[in-house]
């Protein structure tokens, strides 16, 4: 332990001066005996550093002893202060005779008093032997008319051996106490100036006297860490100064820990292996009666390692400084020792497996037991690596190929559910395709290994896995046409067409494939999975959005089990591409909070990042750009889905923010090398990297990436127009180039396919396409008409465009008074998107126009999304949560959140308080239903 508390003031103190009268009494023939108390750092050994010197210089002759500097014994005072004469003496008494020898020593005394005042000073006597402290009494005692000062200095926060005698001499009253006293703010002020060399500020010093008591060592400590770091003791140092304290008390506790009682280190160490557990535990773990555990709590709270709180529990800091000083073996054996009192104490498995985790050698059955059981119940990636360590050693390779095989799957399902990306679960399913020779037994394990691989590099390697496979299963003569075979190649062909839906090369082989096989019922998982992947193929083929939605739709079969994977993601794109956001939404939502309490991370990311996309479809810029950040907001090998960087670009590009759009789309070319393989990814990805390119003023750079886009969608059969509308701004660029002629084709091709999927949505752009190949009011017509046909799509923000267009073509046609309304209504869409770069464009061209700023009032209803507008308006109207889940084809749990969700921001307590003007303000378009529910009487 450190001796000595950091630097006090040059004046005498106080405890000096006292220490220093009782002396002076002490040398007129009246002992004296002081007992200098109190905690570690208060400056105990430097008050008798200092009256050694003082006592010395005065004529004393000064006799010391101290407790040993690295840790505390049962040291033998009495030989150290009164040692024999030189020359031959008899043997000297063994420590545990000092009882009967205490005339020698008294003898020993008399002879130095003789020649002068004596001090006798002991140093953490709480630590001497009971002999040492019962002989300096009776040494008191009988020279009490003698010049003799006894001093003895005792730790208040570390109970030794001796502190019962101490306890007894105090109470006898031939002792005097002295306990220093904490620093003012006063010293503390003078301790930072001459620490710091400046002024302190006072709150600074007041902060400084709350968080250490006044005890000297802990502001020594705690200035000596500001100076390291470079701060000066001002106002502004205050903030930091918890965070400091807290570091400074966690570094101490090692040495207060390696100074005290040996017992009090047993239970700090068992407390650092198990974090927290009760005293019963903590005395099985140390081997300590529960008495002697609880008495070692009390001292552990005392120098703050254990903060109060039951059951007890360790501090982090503390506990890494623990665990770092122990030798590997015997912190093993200390972590299996833990598990096997847990066990035995009948805890949770995952609780067990906490301490068979970390051992880098899992090498007996009963710990793979714990570790399986712990993966099955609360998996997490330290368990579920412990457990492969198991099954790749020895032990493991005893087992049948069928029963390593087994347990491989068993570990890659439970390593799905620990990490944010699945390459682990997909080590563990390679290894159990290793292991299964036969088709039929690989098939499951190859339906898994190609659905986890969705995503990732390894998507390719899924397909062709499934391929080989399915032939196999086709030339198995056991698989059979009966319904197990059937229902087996089911699941392998519904997944090979999930895979394969989003990889550019195989697409077209595929869409083959699925044009030949019948529509599924939809009332198994591969059934479902098989509608999802057919819906993608109607939707990549552009027929009609009906026809996909309803595929979607079935596909998602709500409230059944088996929907929270591919299926999901695959229906809800297609939902959202056919205008059917509100079912898009509710299907992500269900994923993004699920109902189960240890869900897959990686999906959570992957809907968070397919929900932004379709919100900023819709024009919720700010909420999409919540759920792009959470999605991107991963660590990892393969980092976030690309889906989830293709959002957040389009955020910040609406925005106003290309640079950083352009950053995170070259942050995902460089961790997505196979991005090019990808359907959806990579022609998003094209897409945006043109718009980036053009807010840069890079036109002819633009123009060659949409083209680029149109190519690659050309060759992978793709005739979705809404799929990464590449044939919009390079109609659009092109206009504005002059360059109309070379745009037509483009457009002409463009507004067939926009009438063949027939949404309000691809309808509208297409007007606007085509707009861009015409002037004068033939353009004002189209867009005009583009406006009336997006008012009745959930495109809010494309709509916004639509009317900027329409103005400034007003504008440059002369019709001033026109185009401020438009412009007027595109600043009101714009802001309520979070389109901030659209809304100052408005902005300038209103002004040009000669218009005046609209003021525009936020309301609470403003800040409710489109679903939350369309249920909340239904709701209103009386219809119940069974209703308004079947007219909008979704769940009446998804209903109930929303309402939630549209009564805490519009802050009212239930449908019955819903204010009017709830239904989103559109332009009238066509007749159609308003919400497809009856009314109620």
């Known amino acids: 332990m450190a001796r000595g508390a950091g630097p006090t003031p040059e004046a005498p103190t106080p405890e000096l001066e006292t220490l220093l009268r009782h002396a002076a009494e002490a040398r007129s023939g009246q002992a004296r005996a002081v007992l200098v108390r109190g905690p570690a750092g208060i400056g105990r050994t430097r008050l008798l550093n200092l009256a050694r010197q003082r006592l010395t210089a005065e004529g004393y002759a000064v006799r010391y002893a101290g407790g040993p500097p ?125 620490t710091c060399g400046g002024p302190a500020d006072q709150g600074f010093v007041r902060r400084c006297a709350e968080l250490t008591g006044g005890n000297p060592l802990l502001v020594d400590r705690l200035i000596t860490a500001l100076r390291t770091l470079g701060i000066r003791p001002g106002a502004d140092a205050v903030p930091l100064l918890g965070e400091l304290h807290q570091g400074v008390l966690t570094a101490r506790v090692p040495e207060l820990l390696a100074a005290g009682p040996r017992r009090a280190r047993q239970v700090a160490t068992a407390l650092a292996v198990l974090g927290r557990g009760a005293p019963d535990l903590l005395a099985a773990l140390c081997g300590l009666d529960v008495r002697a555990v609880e008495c070692a709590l009390k001292g552990l709270r005392r120098i703050g390692a254990v903060p109060p709180g039951s059951p007890p529990h360790i501090r982090e800091g503390v506990r890494g400084a623990i665990l770092a000083t122990l030798p590997a073996p015997e912190l093993r054996d200390l972590r299996i020792r833990a598990a096997r009192v847990l066990s035995d104490a009948g805890r949770p498995a995952p ?43 020895e032990a493991g390779r005893a087992l049948t190929d069928a029963e390593r095989g087994g347990l491989h799957v068993e570990l890659a399902r439970a390593a799905s559910r620990t990490v944010v990306t699945p390459a682990h679960a997909l080590w563990h399913l390679r290894q159990a395709l290793a292991l299964t020779p036969d088709p039929r037994g690989q098939a499951p394990v190859a339906v898994q290994y190609a659905m986890m691989a969705l995503g990732t590099r390894r998507a390719a ?207 995902l070319a460089r961790t997505a090398p196979h991005l090019d393989h990808s359907v959806w990814e990579w022609h998003l990805y094209l897409y945006t990297s043109g718009r980036v390119r053009r807010e840069h003023g890079d036109l002819e750079g633009a123009l060659e990436l949409w083209r680029r886009c149109g190519r690659s969608q050309e060759e992978a059969g793709i005739a979705n127009p809404v799929l990464a509308p590449w044939w919009l701004p390079t109609a659009t660029t092109l206009g504005r180039l002059g360059r109309g002629a070379e745009a037509a084709g483009i457009v002409d091709a463009a507004l067939e396919r926009t009438r063949n999927w027939g949404t309000p949505r691809a309808l509208g752009l297409g007007l606007v396409a085509a707009a861009a190949v015409v002037r004068g009011r033939a353009r004002t017509r189209l867009l005009a008409e ?129 204010p009017r003007g709830l239904a989103p303000r559109t332009r009238a378009a066509a007749p159609r239903p308003a919400d497809g529910v009856p009314s109620p009487p």
């Open 70 to 194: 690295d840790g505390p014994a049962r040291f033998p005072a009495a030989h150290a202060l009164l040692p024999p004469p030189p020359g031959p003496q008899a043997p000297a008494a063994a420590p545990g005779d000092l009882r009967d020898d205490r005339h020698v020593l008294h003898r020993r005394a008399l002879d130095l008093l003789a020649a002068g005042p004596l001090a006798l000073v002991v140093d953490d006597a709480q630590w001497c032997d009971e002999a040492s402290l019962r002989c300096a009494d009776f040494i008191l005692r009988h020279a009490a008319a003698r010049p003799l000062l006894l001093v003895l200095a005792q730790r208040t926060d570390a109970p030794g051996p001796g502190t019962p005698v101490l306890a007894e001499i105090l109470a006898r009253g031939r002792c005097a106490l002295l306990e220093p006293a904490p620093l003012t703010e006063a010293a503390i002020t003078r301790l930072v100036t001459r």
């Open 351 to 393: 609780e067990v497996a906490e301490q068979l985790a970390p051992l880098g050698r899992i090498d007996e059955p009963w710990m793979f037991a714990v570790l399986r059981d712990a993966a099955a119940e609360a998996p997490t990636r330290a368990t579920v690596r412990a457990a492969g360590r198991w099954l790749r050693g």
């Open 461 to 667: 390697e899924g397909l062709r896995l499934l391929e080989r496979v399915l032939d196999g299963l086709t030339d198995a003569p056991d698989t059979g046409d009966g319904p197990a075979g059937r229902d087996l190649r089911t699941t392998v062909e519904s997944a090979l067409l999930a895979t394969a839906v989003n990889d550019r090369t195989a697409l077209p082989a595929a869409r083959a494939r699925a044009a030949a096989l019948p529509v599924p019922a939809g009332h198994g998982p591969a059934d479902r999975r098989l509608l999802a992947a057919l819906s993608a193929f109607a939707a990549l083929d552009g027929g009609s959005a009906e026809r996909a939605a309803a595929l979607a739709r079935q596909a998602l079969r709500a409230d059944e089990p088996g929907t929270a994977g591919w299926g999901v993601f695959c229906s809800s794109a297609v939902l959202a591409l056919a205008d059917r956001v509100d079912e898009a939404l509710a299907a992500l939502d269900r994923v993004v909070s699920p109902a189960q309490e240890n869900p897959p991370l990686w999906p959570r990311r992957a809907a968070l990042a397919g929900r932004s996309l379709v919100l900023y479809g819709i024009g919720d810029v700010t909420a999409a750009a919540r759920d792009a950040r959470a999605a991107t907001e991963v660590t990892g090998p393969a980092g976030a889905p690309p889906l989830a960087h293709l959002a957040l670009s389009s955020v910040l590009l609406s925005r106003g923010e290309a640079a950083r759009a352009g950053a995170v789309l070259d942050e």
């Open 786 to 914: 583009a406006v009336e046909t997006l008012a009745g799509s959930p495109a809010r923000l494309e709509l916004a465009r639509a009317e900027y267009q329409l103005g400034h073509e007003l504008l440059a046609l002369g019709d001033a008074r026109a185009a401020r309304g438009h412009l007027r209504q595109t600043i009101e869409l714009a802001t309520r998107c979070g389109a901030h770069a659209l809304t100052a464009l408005a902005r300038d061209t209103l002004v040009t126009a000669g218009g005046r700023m609209p003021q525009l009032a936020v309301a609470p209803v403003d800040s409710l999304t489109p679903s939350e507008r369309r249920i909340a308006t239904l709701a209103r109207r009386g219809h119940s949560n069974k209703k308004i889940a079947e007219a909008l084809f979704i769940t009446p749990r998804t209903v109930e959140m929303h309402l939630t969700n549209v009564y805490r921001k519009l802050d009212v307590r239930g449908r019955g308080d819903l």
